[in-house]
């Protein structure tokens, strides 16, 4: 980890503060969540959700996570083997890469990316190879693109996974199901996992669609899929993440993950799993209140 230093969100935040400036160098809203979200947290703590939950997280939130999968995108987990409850995204993609890469291992990251892949990838030993997105035009037409041969060329007898995020941080750019053909056919022709980093699925805007890699053909069995309660239900500070993946891919994610954080958020847990079972509505409110701002 030498030559990493302080995180360029705290850095940013500090700054922010410092300035009396507004801080966009990190994800959280300027909203509390949904009143029925905290409400029921508060419930759950008076109600006695105090302890260690389950090591792969409480039944009712990953049966929520996994209907939510089904519901929106017609993807099939089954909440005993195939999913697990992560202290927030971070640590979802940090089991991830350590499960499934180690030293000398290659792992190939769209950039720019969030900067816990590149300090993921250097706790597992492993290198990162780079595809840079690039701005193609300028306006509100611009869109942001990646050259395929330069995917095809990051590509090693080394490479063993590759992080895909989309919709994207920090660019915003929502990768076309076109792109995701192409950088599925890479991953089948090198066999590759992709760690598929999803925190922002609910935030699309302009008609634009989230389509989760898994569920093209034949990639569900190669794809570890991340989200994140924080992100969808504007409470970041909860930390509450989840993975769904193939049973053998979730198996060495968990291995990892039990000794990080082991558990946490236990009354969080089942404050998520009934407000995934009512997101349509708040996922609608939230993209009317962006876009009365947005119009401003």
């Not at 029921?40 to 260690?52: K, L, S």
């Not at 290198?127 to 690039?134: I, K």
């Not at 050259?147 to 060329?153: F, G, I, N, S, T």
């Not at 935030?203 to 093209?216: C, E, N, Q, Y």
Request: charged share 20%.
């Amino acid at each position: 980890m030498q030559g990493f230093g302080t995180t360029i969100f705290s850095e940013m935040s500090a700054l922010a503060e410092a300035t009396n400036s507004i801080n966009l160098g990190q994800g959280f809203p300027d909203t509390d969540g949904p009143e029925e979200l905290l409400a029921d947290a508060i419930c759950a703590i008076r109600e006695g959700f105090n302890q260690y939950p389950p090591g792969m997280g409480l039944f009712e939130l990953r049966h929520a996570i996994s209907e939510h999968h089904r519901r929106c995108y017609d993807l099939d987990y089954d909440p005993g083997s195939e999913i697990l409850v992560t202290a927030g995204a971070t640590e979802a993609l940090a089991a991830a890469v350590l499960a499934l890469t180690g030293v000398g291992d290659e792992v190939i990251v769209f950039e720019p990316y969030y900067d816990s892949y590149a300090a993921a990838i250097a706790l597992a030993g492993a290198q990162r190879r780079t595809v840079a997105l690039r701005r193609d035009g300028s306006g509100e037409n611009s869109e942001w693109l990646f050259d395929p041969d330069e995917l095809r060329a990051a590509v090693t007898s080394r490479t063993k996974a590759l992080v895909l995020n989309t919709p994207h941080n920090p660019t915003g750019k929502v990768f076309t199901r076109a792109e995701l053909e192409l950088i599925a056919d890479v991953a089948e022709r090198h066999d590759l996992v992709i760690i598929a980093d999803e925190v922002y699925e609910h935030l699309v805007f302009d008609g634009r669609s989230h389509v989760p890699i898994a569920t093209l053909r034949d990639m569900r069995e190669r794809t570890v899929m991340i989200g994140s309660a924080g992100k969808s239900f504007s409470v970041t500070g909860w930390k509450i993440g989840w993975v769904a993946a193939p049973v053998a891919l979730l198996g060495a994610v968990r291995t990892v993950k039990q000794f990080l954080t082991y558990v946490n958020g236990a009354p969080f847990q089942p404050a998520i799993a009934i407000a995934l079972g009512h997101e349509p509505p708040y996922y609608d409110h939230i993209r009317s209140q962006l876009h009365e701002q947005r119009d401003r």
